[in-house]
Antibody
Framework: QVQLQESGPGLVKPSQTLSLTCTVS??????????WSWIRQHPGKGLEWIGY???????YYNPSLKSRVTISVDTSKNQFSLKLSSVTAADTAVYYC???????????????WGQGTLVTVSS | VIWMTQSPSLLSASTGDRVTISCRMS??????LAWYQQKPGKAPELLIY???TLQSGVPSRFSGSGSGTDFTLTISCLQSEDFATYYC?????????FGPGTKVDIK
């Protein structure tokens, strides 16, 4: 069964770039059939979809974050990554990676999810 | 952007109760809706997709219904492990969005 695990710094300074990696086990990103996504949750708040990537490198981002977000994939390591630039305190959140249900529009739910990692933006 | 509301935001219930959570869309989304359960300190878990299809391994006391703009998650007989926060998510159009959540706690 597919499992996802986020990793990266838990503390980022304002104006710097947040960088996280999601390692996938139990399945291969390069086999296709799924998009791979990042989602965040501000402390005590709801969920915000950040974007997703296919193994080929094609991406789609939430327009609210698009100018600051880059999602990339490394199929050799079975990983995909998130970079969020020019962070502020408003980017403090738990960041989750997740697999999208399928590549067709009718399958764009999220399952499974990684356990999440808290990133705090503070000097 | 499709906006979503959930009601109630907080639901106090007892074990054995039948509970219903509503999710309403700002525009029609056919049946492109998923429901998730999140427990404190944990990642959300998929319960239902396509508005009414139960994810594998999810107990049959959970059910979903609706299409268009109005959707419902029902737990037929609340168990102790069901006290959690529930979110709906639309995947009809970009950007994918989530409802604000409904917390189910112990009465």
């Amino acid at each position: 069964q597919v499992q996802l695990q986020e990793s990266g710094p838990g503390l980022v300074k304002p104006s710097q770039t947040l960088s996280l990696t999601c390692t996938v086990s139990g399945g291969s990103i390069s086999s296709g059939g799924y998009y791979w996504s990042w989602i965040r949750q501000h402390p005590g708040k709801g969920l915000e979809w950040i974007g997703y990537i296919y193994y080929s490198g094609s991406t789609y981002y939430n327009p609210s974050l698009k100018s600051r977000v880059t999602i990339s994939v490394d199929t050799s390591k079975n990983q995909f990554s998130l970079k969020l630039s020019s962070v502020t305190a408003a980017d403090t959140a738990v960041y989750y990676c997740a697999r999208v249900g399928g590549v067709v529009a009718a399958s764009n739910w999220f399952d499974p999810w990684g356990q999440g990692t808290l990133v705090t933006v503070s000097s | 952007v499709i906006w979503m509301t959930q009601s109630p935001s907080l639901l106090s219930a007892s074990t054995g109760d039948r509970v219903t959570i509503s999710c309403r869309m700002s525009q029609g989304i056919s049946s492109y809706l998923a429901w998730y359960q999140q427990k404190p300190g944990k990642a959300p878990e998929l319960l239902i997709y396509a508005a009414s299809t139960l994810q594998s391994g999810v107990p049959s006391r959970f059910s979903g219904s609706g299409s268009g703009t109005d959707f419902t998650l029902t737990i037929s007989c609340l168990q102790s492990e069901d006290f959690a926060t529930y979110y709906c998510q639309q995947y009809y159009s970009f950007p994918f969005t989530f409802g604000p959540g409904t917390k189910v706690d112990i009465k």
